[in-house]
């Protein structure tokens, strides 16, 4: 209360200093006395400036005559200067009307309008001018008047454009940050719900650019819809301005502070249309002192939270607040008589809390994208960490599959050499056991021991090959032989589709197969010829073959583990299938591949 106080003085005493020099008092073009007319035509001389108030809010009008002494009069005409006047003001000289501003704008309490008033040459004489200065007053509650300056337009601009400057241009600022404030509160709100913040803030400066819509501009009908309930939306900024401060304390009432803006508005609206009081009488002796008390109650919520904590953001708003409220009192005090003439401030200190609402509002945003950039710094040293973990786990996890395809390979390994060498050294072991001759049968058993063996290093050796380099391998070491036992082989691949990239399982398991077929033809089927072939089966499948003719028909026996059945699960493993047809004079061993499984 004591800053309230201390800023009221010294309003006070910057006001009266700036409206000495804007009304040119002391000025020798001054006039400061005038004869008033009465409306009920009662005339005596008064001492401007001069502040009144109509009985019962009715349109009243009161008349002053200035008398303008002059010795002659200037080519250029003469200018009549009156920086403040209300409500509606009329300039007659000679019974010629010079000035009406019946278009000046709408009465405001805490404003006063100023005008500078041509008079033509042709109008004066030299010598005594009688100006009659007619003040139509209601129903706003207040009229007033200032003293009058006359002289040339050189002479006056001056003080006349500072004035306009401090009246209209500060207005026109001051409304333009607020709708700006207005739809930047909103969006953020829409945008983010959460923050009711914003929302107040929206709500608080679209009242007050709605409350000042009609300071600035006149003459359309929405303008002045709005400004006929203006009565209503001034109390409505300050509920949203206290609700404004309780979202910066943090404190939960947004429904409370809804409900008490709904009910204040049918309040009003009942009062006003029910009981036909006038909009200005609710307005100064209701809505403004309702919005004082709410600005009041919201320094009061703001000071006990700046204490508990003082946030610089509290603190400026506020400074703000009790800045509005500082001035607004002031200029209350002018129009209850209190002080004395003085210039209107409360404009100036709305100006300075909506900079530092401002001011707040971009260090509110600016603290949120410090924290998000804060949490971003956090959330990127976890998901480093986090990355480094999962680095760490496909290394062990490289390792362990690693280690399991190398165990894999040696099973694979192991698996084929004990069904090819090892079951041919154990048949070369157990005929080297017999009492009689066996020598070709082992020399036969070696060679075809050595032939697995090297078909295995073979697989081994190259890493993905295609199927063409793979059955040529097949037939270097399994068909080449057989062709120096006198045997016709007859190899045709020429219609098998190009397939690459056959893996070492794959390329095993086929060429195991292929080998199993010519051995099992030999050795069984007396063949005089063999006939390898690979065609294409359907749009999705290969075929090889391997059949044998010319000797006794082949049964599907199974010796030492490569047999029919060994056959049958390597094709398995490949997602194909083995057909065994016999015939009269041999039999047919039909490998079906799947396309997708090998290509």
């Not at 207005?182 to 929206?202: K, M, N």
């Not at 320094?299 to 509290?314: A, F, K, Q």
Request: charged share 20%.
């Amino acid at each position: 209360m004591l800053w309230i106080l201390v800023l009221l003085v010294g309003f006070s005493m910057l006001g009266q200093a700036v409206e000495r020099f804007l009304t040119l008092e002391g000025a020798d073009q001054s006039i400061d006395r005038a004869v008033m007319e009465l409306p009920d035509g009662t005339r005596r001389e008064v001492t401007l400036p001069i502040q009144w108030t109509p009985q019962d809010g009715q349109v009243t009008t009161r008349a002053f005559e200035i008398d303008l002494v002059l010795d002659e009069v200037p080519d250029e005409g003469l200018f009549l200067y009156l920086p403040y006047f209300e409500q509606r003001l009329r300039v007659l000289l000679r019974g010629a009307m010079l000035f009406d501003s019946r278009i000046a704008g709408r009465w405001n309490p805490l404003d006063r309008s100023t005008s500078m008033v041509f008079l033509p040459p042709n109008h004066l004489r030299p010598g005594s001018n009688t100006v009659r200065l007619s003040v139509e007053v209601g129903p706003a509650p207040l009229g007033s008047l200032s003293p009058v300056v006359f002289g040339s337009l050189d002479q006056l601009r001056g003080v006349y454009h500072a004035r306009g400057f401090l009246r209209d241009s500060i207005k026109q600022v001051l409304f333009g940050m607020q709708a700006v404030l207005a739809c930047i509160g909103l969006l953020l709100f829409a945008l983010r719900p959460s923050d009711q913040t914003f929302g107040w803030l929206g709500l608080t400066m679209t009242f007050a650019s709605l409350a000042a819509l009609g300071t600035i501009t006149t003459g359309f009908p929405l303008v002045d819809a709005i400004q006929n309930k203006v009565y209503i939306v001034v109390p409505l900024a300050g509920v949203a301005l206290f609700g404004f401060a309780l979202s910066l304390a943090e404190f939960r009432l947004s429904r409370v502070v809804l409900t008490a803006l709904i009910t204040l508005a049918v309040v009003l609206l009942v009062v006003r249309e029910g009981l036909g009081v006038a909009g200005p009488q609710i307005g100064f002796y209701f809505s403004l002192p309702f919005f004082l008390f709410c600005v009041l109650a919201s320094i009061g919520i703001l000071t006990v939270v700046s204490i508990r904590d003082p946030r610089p953001e509290h603190v400026l708003f506020l400074f703000g607040l009790v800045l509005l409220v500082a001035g607004t009192a002031h200029d209350f005090a002018i129009r209850l008589f209190i002080l004395s003439d003085a210039l209107f401030v409360a404009l100036f200190s709305r100006f300075f809390t909506v900079t530092a609402i401002t001011i707040l509002i971009v260090r509110r945003l600016v603290d949120q994208a410090r924290s998000l950039d804060a949490a971003a710094i956090t959330l990127r040293g976890r998901l480093r960490e986090k990355e480094e973990e999962l680095a760490a786990a496909f290394e062990r996890q490289q390792k362990l599959d690693g280690d399991r395809i190398l165990s894999e390979e040696r099973a694979r390994i192991t698996a084929d050499l004990h069904d090819g060498v090892a079951g041919h050294l154990a048949t070369i072991v157990a005929l080297s056991d017999r009492p009689d001759d066996t020598t070709p049968d082992i020399k036969r058993t070696a060679r075809n021991a050595l032939v697995d063996l090297r078909m295995v290093m073979d697989a081994i050796a190259f890493r993905g090959g295609s199927m063409r380099y793979y059955l040529g391998l097949f037939r270097n070491r399994c068909v080449e032989p057989i062709e120096n036992l006198g045997i016709d082989v007859t190899w045709s691949m020429t219609r098998l589709p190009e397939i690459e990239h056959l893996s070492q399982e794959q390329a095993l398991n086929i060429m195991r197969i292929l080998q199993e077929a010519v051995s099992n033809a030999v050795r069984h089927g007396n063949p005089d010829q063999i006939t390898i072939t690979g065609a294409p089966e359907g749009v999705d499948r290969i075929r090889l073959t391997v059949t044998n003719s010319g000797g006794t028909p082949v049964q599907a026996v199974d010796s030492g583990g490569m047999g029919l059945v060994n056959m049958r699960r390597r094709a398995h493993a490949l997602g194909g299938s083995v057909d065994f047809i016999k015939t009269n004079t041999g039999a047919t061993l039909a490998l079906s591949l799947p396309l997708a499984q090998v290509a």
